[in-house]
């Protein structure tokens, strides 16, 4: 076995195709044998979205805050993010930098098509217009700063890093608005609007003080007054999984079972999460499950899988636990990393190639970990 090998060209690798066409549960044996050869060389991080035959794997689960601290914590020469993209960027961004001494650490995500399509509803072009909208409006740099949520491209947390601001999660996002409101009057917030939302109106900024700047619009389709009046800008990007929960469903809920209480992501809708009970990210949601009382009930408003393992592991318990919309939130792109794929790229690991590294370009690099160092340095 040879791990430390650089990348090589695809046709040299395992082929794909060839893990695609098998059964998923063919692939545990394979997995587990591929991780036991590679050791402590691989870490394998999961994020709470993934499938139960994908995150069985993993040596490390949690929400974005938290595997960025694993990604960052971890010796690991090789750290095998199953997640998304803009995860698998940031733990790129944290992990060791290459040396004369020793290489680098190499962050690997088993299916390249494994995106977000909150943080494509950004692109780093748009950003630098808006930018400059705001400041052509008569806003001041001096005035305002920019924080973007972790589901965002490298290169926008780069902008952030550059200009005084931050990276923030769903677990502190109020933290960051705090850090950033002790800098600064004025926050652009990207590209999650529900989020700022949501965080905003928790601090107590009136609704006429956040305003939805919308990149496909002239000046963002907000006039400069308006810019000039905002407190917090919010960028018009949303989760197409969390915005299908509706107000609605939560009277449906609380009709149909009184005593149940409704927790959800603050990815969803400001509507939605007024009527809950509670809202935080995942990892403080798997919390708000584990440390209630036995026989407590709770729907809960986020991804489908990690509904379904807590109804699952807790229903020996005595808790029962329903999704808030039982028409299906699926977080696609989470869903691609299958088996199949994580087989792949263990094995190929085992044969010294590293598929599907996410490398980030040095220049980014830089202001990006700035960003995130800055996250990670106030409390969650
Ligand atoms: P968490 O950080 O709460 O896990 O959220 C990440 C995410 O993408 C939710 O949609
Ligand atoms: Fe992105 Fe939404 Fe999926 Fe989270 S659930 S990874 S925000 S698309």
Request: hydrophobic letters at 40%; aromatic letters at 8%.
């Amino acid at each position: 076995m040879n791990v430390l090998e650089e990348v090589v060209p695809q046709a040299e690798t395992c082929s794909l195709e060839n893990y695609l066409v098998l059964p998923d549960h063919t692939m545990d044996d394979r997995i587990a044998a591929a991780r036991e050869k590679l050791g402590a060389s691989t870490v394998l991080l999961g994020h709470h979205y993934q499938r139960d035959e994908v995150i069985r794997f993993a040596d490390f689960t949690g929400d974005s805050y938290k595997l960025s601290q694993a990604a960052a914590a971890s010796e690991a020469d090789y750290i095998l993010f199953c997640g998304v993209h803009f995860m698998a960027e940031s733990a790129d961004v944290l992990g060791r930098p290459d040396t004369a001494e020793r290489p680098g650490q190499r962050v690997i995500l088993p299916d390249l098509n494994a995106g977000c399509s909150m943080a494509d509803m950004a692109e780093i072009g748009q950003v630098e217009d808006c930018w400059e909208t705001l400041l052509g409006a008569g806003l001041k740099e001096s005035e305002l700063l920019p924080l973007t949520y972790m589901n965002s491209t490298a290169a926008i947390k780069a902008f952030c890093g550059e200009r005084g601001g931050l990276v923030c999660t769903s677990s502190n996002a109020r933290t960051a608005f705090e850090w950033a409101f002790a800098r600064a009057e004025k926050i652009l917030f990207l590209p999650d609007q529900h989020l700022g939302r949501n965080t905003g109106w928790a601090m107590g900024i009136p609704m006429q003080e956040m305003v939805v700047y919308d990149p496909w619009q002239i000046g963002g389709g907000v006039s400069p007054e308006r810019l000039r009046a905002a407190k917090v800008i919010l960028w018009k990007g949303h989760c197409s999984v969390h915005q299908r929960f509706l107000p609605e469903h939560v009277d449906k809920v609380r009709a149909k079972y009184p005593e149940m209480q409704v927790i959800v992501h603050p990815e969803c809708r400001w509507e939605v999460c007024r009527k809950a009970d509670a809202m935080g990210s995942t990892e403080r949601l798997i919390r708000l499950v584990a440390d209630a009382p036995e026989g407590s009930s709770f729907a809960i408003g986020t991804e489908i899988h990690l509904v379904n393992r807590l109804a699952r592991e807790f229903a020996p318990k005595g808790k029962k636990i329903i999704t808030l919309d039982d028409t299906g939130c699926l977080c696609t792109t989470m869903y691609r990393i299958s088996p199949q794929h994580l087989a792949w790229a263990l094995e190929n690991l085992v044969e010294g190639h590293v598929v599907n590294r996410i490398q980030v370009r040095d220049d980014v690099k830089h202001w990006a970990r700035v960003a995130l160092d800055r996250m990670l340095e106030i409390p969650a």
